[in-house]
C-alpha cells in the first residue's frame, strides 16, 4: 500500500507538474504495543545473542534479509555472538540458508517464517538492528512512477522506530530517517554501506542504548500514533477546506 500511494503521487506529479503540493498522512500503529513490551514469546534463541540483525515482513530475501546475513558474516568476526532473525518466507529462503552454510554463520541465524502479528513487538525488540531495503523494483511501476523518495514511512519502519530501533534503510524512504537520527540511508546492494552503517549504530549502541531507544519512541509517540494521524488530518482537512480546528 506504501508503494502504491508512492507511485501514485509521483503519477500525479508527472500528470500535473512537479510543483503540485502532495500531502500523504501516515496510517497510525499501536505504538504502545512495540514501546512497552511486556511478554517474550521466546524465539528459541541463545541468550548471549548481540547485536542481533533482523528483518520482519514479507518477502524478505528482496527486502533486505540477504543484505542482513553478508553484514553478519562480515561483522562476526568482531562480534561472535552477533545473530540474525528473520521473520517471513519467499522462495528465496532456501537460497538464502544455503548461503548462510556457506558463509559459516548458519548457527548464528534464525529463521522463522511467518509468525502471527501478535508475536511482533516481541520480535522487534529482540532485534538491535532493523533492516528494510526493498529492491528498486517495489519503488518503480513503469519508468517515472513511484521512483520519488519517501514522504512517509512505510509500516515495518514505523514498527522498528516505535520498538526504539536503529533502522538500515535504502535512501528511497526519505531523509526523514536520519534528520532525526533514526537510523541510515544506504544504496541498495552496496554492502560495504550497508555495514558502515550497522557498525556505526553498535558503536552507538555500545555508547549509550538509552538515548537511541528514548529518541526513536519520542519521534513515534510523535508521529505514528492514532491521536498524531488524527491531528494531522484534521489540520490538513483544515488547511484543504478553509476549516475551523
Known amino acids: 500500500i506504501d508503494t502504491a500511494f508512492s507511485g501514485l503521487i509521483e503519477d500525479l506529479r508527472n500528470r500535473f507538474g512537479k510543483s503540485i503540493e502532495v500531502e500523504q498522512v501516515t496510517n497510525a500503529i499501536p505504538v504502545d504495543d512495540f514501546s512497552n513490551v511486556q511478554t517474550d514469546f521466546g524465539f528459541k534463541m541463545k541468550p548471549n545473542h548481540w547485536p542481533v540483525l533482523g528483518y520482519a515482513g514479507t518477502l524478505p530475501t528482496k527486502k533486505g534479509g540477504a543484505e542482513a546475513l553478508e553484514t553478519l558474516a562480515r561483522i562476526l568476526p568482531d562480534f561472535p555472538n552477533a545473530a540474525l532473525m528473520i521473520a517471513g518466507d519467499d ?5 538464502l540458508e544455503e548461503r548462510a552454510i556457506e558463509l559459516g554463520v548458519r548457527k ?11 508475536f511482533m513487538p516481541s520480535f522487534y525488540n529482540r532485534m538491535d538492528v532493523i533492516f528494510s531495503l526493498p529492491q528498486q523494483h517495489f519503488y518503480t511501476r513503469g519508468k ?13 519502519v514505523r514498527q522498528a522506530i516505535a520498538a526504539g530501533k536503529p533502522i538500515i ?3 528511497e524512504e526519505g531523509a526523514y530517517i536520519e534528520e532525526h537520527e533514526l537510523g541510515s540511508l544506504v544504496k ?4 560495504c554501506a550497508i555495514e558502515k552503517a550497522v557498525r556505526y549504530w553498535i558503536r552507538k549502541l555500545q555508547e549509550d542504548p538509552c ?3 528514548d529518541n526513536s519512541r519520542n519521534y ?16 490538513f482537512w483544515s488547511k484543504t477546506f478553509f476549516l475551523d480546528k
Do not use: H, W
Open 144 to 156: 517515472n512512477i513511484g521512483n520519488a523518495a519517501r514522504s512517509v514511512a512505510p509500516q515495518k
Open 169 to 171: 534503510a535504502c535512501t
Open 211 to 213: 538515548a537511541i531507544v
Open 91 to 95: 522462495d528465496g529462503m532456501a537460497a
Open 188 to 191: 541498495n546492494g552496496d554492502i
Open 108 to 118: 548464528n541465524c534464525y529463521f522463522y517464517g511467518f509468525l502471527p502479528s501478535e
Open 220 to 235: 513515534a509517540k510523535e508521529n505514528f500514533t492514532i491521536k498524531s494521524a488524527v491531528d494531522k488530518r484534521i489540520e
